[in-house]
């Protein structure tokens, strides 16, 4: 019995030393999970039991455990590299099987011919989420691989133009008829890019000209340097607009003024028609400023970069300034992870053990959250797996031992005369 317990030692202190090598290997893996051996120990059966004088055959591996904790994060340079800080796995896809990695090492592959890319690991497994719709919006159907389009963003025909600026109360009415090419005929001016339908750009200005009344200006406009004709502030092409201050020089004309026309020269859609909104505006005795101005439109743009958020949202960056949704990274959670069946290159399959998975957005319910332009580091403790090396050396070396001193016991028995 004693070569038996001893050969059970040596076997059991060899896969010891299989696994404590293999986390030691991967211990700068990303995404690799540590194991553990676990021991139990063999007695020998009997028809009518031993009672407690018993005597144990050895030892076997009943398992080999893994352990899910969590992993340093390491910052990166890859908007794509993706860190879970939390439960969950990313949920990978090649062939329609899905498999389960908690390695966020990703990039996109080769566009087709509809300009669709995928966003892959290095073996080309193409990351699962949720598309969007038309709007943008995130549909939170069953998961499939995310692709990313590099189409052209549409321009936006500009419909709103918003402006807040201070008029200088203390200024005199010009003596001078309005003349856009004659300074002295206004007071203040300020110019505003408006988009037409198809992306082009063009300069709208405003003039400020001081009215005979009391706590009153007229505004006229010009659009790319053509002429008041071809802009109407709502009175009529060239004619300006009044806008009135109270004596304590808030903005007393009604906002917004709609239907502002501007005659553009383009093959766009024309007259361009929006909205101005002064709301904010005031008459104060301090010099003329502007103190925001913006609108909603803008001009076509090219894809620039992606960018993921915490709770998996992958944005593209445009060219012009615009940012657009286009997928959001999906995760899944399992009750037993220790059911989990490991297939290599950091990879997991579920099996019946582990029960349903839980799948839904990052930072939902039980998953982590993600953080973009990092990766989660192995788990791997180097220090305590050098020491668990010592010690199953001297495991093995224990058991050994036992062996010869059994050999010594039979050579002795067979010596006897």
């Known amino acids: 019995m004693g070569f038996q317990q001893g050969l059970s030692g040596l076997n059991g202190a060899a896969r010891n030393l299989d696994v404590i090598g293999n986390n030691i290997a991967n211990a700068t893996t990303v995404g690799f999970k540590s194991s553990s051996t676990q021991f139990a120990d063999v007695y020998a059966t009997s028809l009518y039991g031993a009672g407690g004088l018993q005597v144990g055959i050895g030892t076997k591996v009943s398992d080999i455990a893994q352990q899910f904790n969590q992993g340093n994060i390491t910052i990166t340079n890859n908007p794509l590299d993706l860190a879970i800080s939390g439960e969950g796995f990313f949920m990978v896809n090649q062939g329609g099987a899905t498999a389960y990695t908690r390695n966020g090492q990703y990039h996109l592959d080769k566009p087709d011919a509809n300009g669709l890319s995928h966003i892959v690991n290095s073996e080309g497994r193409q990351l699962m989420g949720y598309g969007v719709d038309t709007n943008g919006n995130i549909v939170a159907a069953s998961p499939a691989p995310l692709q990313i389009t590099f189409a052209d963003i549409s321009p936006r025909e500009t419909g709103n133009v918003f402006l807040v600026a201070n008029l200088d ?18 007071n203040d001016s300020t110019s505003i890019t408006v988009y037409d339908s198809l992306g082009n750009s063009h300069a709208m200005t405003l003039y400020f000209v001081k009215a ?30 009044s806008v009135a201050f109270n004596a304590s020089g808030t903005l007393t ?7 502002v026309d501007l005659t553009i020269i383009s093959g766009a859609t024309n007259p361009l028609d929006f909205n101005l909104d002064l709301t904010g505006t005031t008459q104060y005795g301090s010099a003329f400023g502007v103190n925001s101005v913006s609108q909603d439109g803008f001009a076509s743009g090219r894809l620039a970069g992606l960018t993921v958020g915490e709770d998996g949202t992958v944005q593209g960056r445009y060219t012009n300034s615009q940012s657009k949704v286009l997928g959001q990274v999906a995760m899944a959670y ?10 290599g290159n950091n990879l997991w399959v579920d099996t019946a ?5 839980v799948i839904g957005a990052p930072g939902t319910g039980v998953l982590g959250a993600i953080q973009s332009g990092a990766v989660e580091d192995s788990n791997v403790d180097l220090t305590a797996e050098l020491v668990n090396l010592i010690v199953a050396q001297r495991m093995y070396q224990a058991n050994a031992q036992t062996i010869r001193a059994q050999d010594q016991i039979l050579q002795t028995l067979v010596n006897l005369r």
Do not use: C, H, K, R
């Not at 053990?353 to 998975?357: I, K, S, Y």
């Open 169 to 186: 109360s203390t200024q005199s009415q010009p003596g001078v008829a309005f003349a856009t090419n004659n300074a002295a005929s206004y």
């Open 212 to 241: 005979a009344a009391p706590n009153t200006w007229s505004v006229y406009g010009d659009v790319d340097g053509t002429g008041i004709a071809n802009v109407d502030l709502g009175a009529g092409a060239g004619t300006p607009i």
């Open 253 to 259: 004309t009604a906002m917004p003024i709609a239907d």
């Open 334 to 343: 399992f009750a037993n992870t220790q059911g989990m069946q490991a297939i």
């Open 353 to 357: 053990e582990t029960g349903q998975a």
